[in-house]
């Protein structure tokens, strides 16, 4: 594929994704992505990670509808026939896609990435953006968009959980520090 036909497909993508999130209340809309997409890009230029594949699925990545049960097989179709749709070779399709379906680590464990590319942004850049200030505010963000409390003293941290979170389960945003956030950065 030649470069200029890249670059066209990634300003495509920015602003599909700009479209699709920038409405989107629970932490993950587009300046998200934004961010993410930019720490991806200084990160694959010190590790000599492909640029292109880095930038789409880092673009990509948080497409889609979190609350429907079969969400993560509907947002993998529904970037499928995006990248079909602007022409990306099916061997870079391959890659952006099994970068997102192991890009999210909502069960508290995410798919260790075989590839540069996927540890570059999932590994880096997507997971650099849950720390810090912008981590924080993010947690109680997309508790907000939920409609879960801040905190329940009888709602204990499933520390110990291990796969998809049952949905039925009360959860609160201090325990997403736990469950989450603290489980997957300690060092």
């Not at 990545?61 to 070779?89: A, F, M």
């Not at 520390?159 to 997957?184: A, C, Q, W």
Request: charged content about 35%.
């Amino acid at each position: 594929m030649k470069e200029l036909n890249k670059q066209v497909i990634l300003k495509e993508a920015e602003k599909y994704v700009y479209h699709e999130l920038k409405d989107e209340g629970s932490g993950h809309d587009f300046w998200h992505v934004y961010r993410v997409t930019k720490t991806a890009m200084k990160i694959a230029q010190e590790e000599h990670a492909d640029f292109f594949i880095c930038k789409l699925a880092a673009l990509l990545h948080d497409i889609g509808d979190r609350k429907s049960p079969d969400s993560e097989t509907q947002n993998l179709e529904k970037i499928k026939k995006w990248l079909v749709s602007h022409r990306v070779d099916e061997k870079d399709r391959r890659l952006v896609l099994d970068i997102i379906s192991g890009i999210t680590f909502d069960n508290g464990e995410g798919r260790e990435m075989k590839t540069l590319e996927g540890k570059v942004v999932q590994e880096d850049a997507d997971r650099l953006d849950a720390i810090g200030a912008i981590g924080i505010a993010r947690v109680f963000s997309n508790g907000g968009s939920k409609g879960q409390l801040i905190y329940h003293p009888d709602i204990k941290p499933d520390i110990m959980r291990h796969g998809p979170i049952d949905p039925n389960r009360k959860e609160t945003s201090i325990n997403r520090f736990y469950e989450k956030l603290l489980k997957n950065y300690t060092i």
